[in-house]
């Protein structure tokens, strides 16, 4: 089975495309397999790129613990400059259809490997997060419970879910005992992926995040995405913001009223060939 090992900025995926992705039967099961770092190729995520009839090509993805994804968009990235760079899709500007929706790429530039992406609309109301609580009210600093610790913090969703807690030093975070806790909170009926925030300046942020089925990773799209929405809900930073990830740097743009754009690398790592069984 031939496949492509990306990053971006960190957050790494195994990518399947062609008659190999249409042939995986089971798309969990195979995730628990390629994307363990002992026994397979590693990685946070496997994608599988499939036709679609809504636009250039339809992204699943299935996380390292075999759930699948709605959205992602650091695998968007990657995506994008696999399909552009093999002429799968040869033009610059790629749409990518997800279970959170169509999702538009563009390469700014190959030479770097920079790519946009235009994330859409942030969910801000719990029925769209999903969150519970009354369907149509926003979930702007609320308070959370888990750990024996009570967290303020702003949901969003991206198309897939988030919870934002701003903090004073993203480094000293216990991250690998905060984020799973919060991650299965009862208030989040899908789980959801959590993002530590620490306000650098009002155009700078550092976030940490523990994503929902993978765990603590470099970096997190969506999470920088929802990172900034927060601090914008929250009269924390400007529309215009760098986020400083552990793999790295996004720069993501909100204008008001706009929809969200998310700017990046995305690096191939190796090609390779798993001998496992599809």
Request: glycine share 10%; hydrophobic share 40%; with cysteine.
């Amino acid at each position: 089975m031939q496949f492509t090992k990306y990053t971006g900025l960190g957050n790494d995926f195994i990518v399947l495309d062609g008659e190999t992705a249409r042939g995986v039967q089971h798309p969990g099961e195979l995730a628990l397999r390629m994307c363990n770092r002992h026994f397979g190729v590693g990685a946070d995520g496997l994608v599988l790129l499939l036709p679609s009839e809504k636009a250039d090509m339809r992204m699943q993805i299935i996380n390292s613990d075999g759930s699948e994804a709605e959205m992602c968009g650091n695998a968007s990235r990657c995506v994008a400059l696999h399909l552009y760079r093999r002429g799968i899709v040869p033009k610059r500007q790629i749409t990518l259809e997800t279970l959170a929706g169509l999702i538009h790429t563009e390469i700014m530039d190959e030479a770097s490997s920079r790519v946009r992406v235009d994330m859409g609309m942030p969910r801000l109301t719990r029925g769209e997060i999903p969150m519970t609580g009354l369907a149509h009210e926003r979930a702007v600093n609320v308070a959370l419970r888990a750990c024996g610790t009570e967290f303020c913090g702003t949901a969003v969703s991206m198309g897939n879910p988030h919870f934002v807690i701003f903090v004073e030093n993203a480094e000293k975070i216990p991250l690998e005992v905060w984020g799973p806790a919060l991650e299965t909170n009862e208030a989040f009926p899908r789980k959801t992926n959590v993002e530590f925030v620490q306000i650098l300046n009002n155009a700078t942020i550092r976030m940490r995040v523990w994503e929902r089925g993978a765990g603590v990773t470099q970096a997190c799209g969506t999470g920088a995405c929802a990172a900034v929405a927060a601090c914008i809900l929250n009269h924390k930073t400007n529309d215009y913001v760098t986020v400083k990830l552990d793999g790295g740097e996004l720069l993501i743009e909100w204008p008001a009223g706009k929809n969200i754009f998310m700017t990046g690398p995305a690096t191939e790592v190796f090609t390779g060939e798993y001998k496992g069984d599809k």
